[in-house]
Nanobody, 124 residues
Framework: QVQLVESGGGLVQAGDSLRLSCAAS????????MAWFRQAPGKEREFVAG????????YYGDSVKGRFTISRDNAKNTLYLQMNSLKLEDTAVYYC?????????????????WGQGTQVTVSS
């Protein structure tokens, strides 16, 4: 299992940008898929974006396409989520997750390692 630690959350205004980071340790990630999920109060955890480490295939949830960008730094074993044009509805706790089977999955249950989450609050 890998250890994941998110950072970079905070309070921003609508239209602002924010970059989240997820530092990973414990294993090599060349065969993993890494992803971001989010969970708003009273709602289910939702897929945001994913990247397969081996070939950099990237996929996004419909609600963030064109505004969010997922990326990685191999040397630092760090995953990023650049969030632009933030909306009120982007307010949530954002989680980093890892799938050791490297599937390109939107499904919560495909991911076997999770970080503790970082809060993003977008105000008007």
């Amino acid at each position: 299992q890998v250890q994941l630690v998110e950072s970079g959350g905070g309070l921003v205004q609508a239209g602002d940008s924010l970059r989240l980071s997820c530092a990973a340790s414990g294993r090599t990630f060349s065969t993993y898929t890494m992803a971001w999920f989010r969970q708003a109060p009273g709602k289910e955890r939702e897929f945001v974006a994913g990247i397969r480490w081996s070939d950099s295939i990237i996929y996004y949830g419909d609600s963030v396409k064109g505004r969010f960008t997922i990326s990685r730094d191999n040397a630092k074993n760090t995953l990023y989520l650049q969030m632009n044009s933030l909306k009120l509805e982007d307010t949530a706790v954002y989680y980093c997750a890892a799938d050791r089977l490297a599937r390109l999955s939107y499904i919560l249950g495909s991911y076997d390692s999770w970080g503790q989450g970082t809060q993003v609050t977008v105000s008007s």
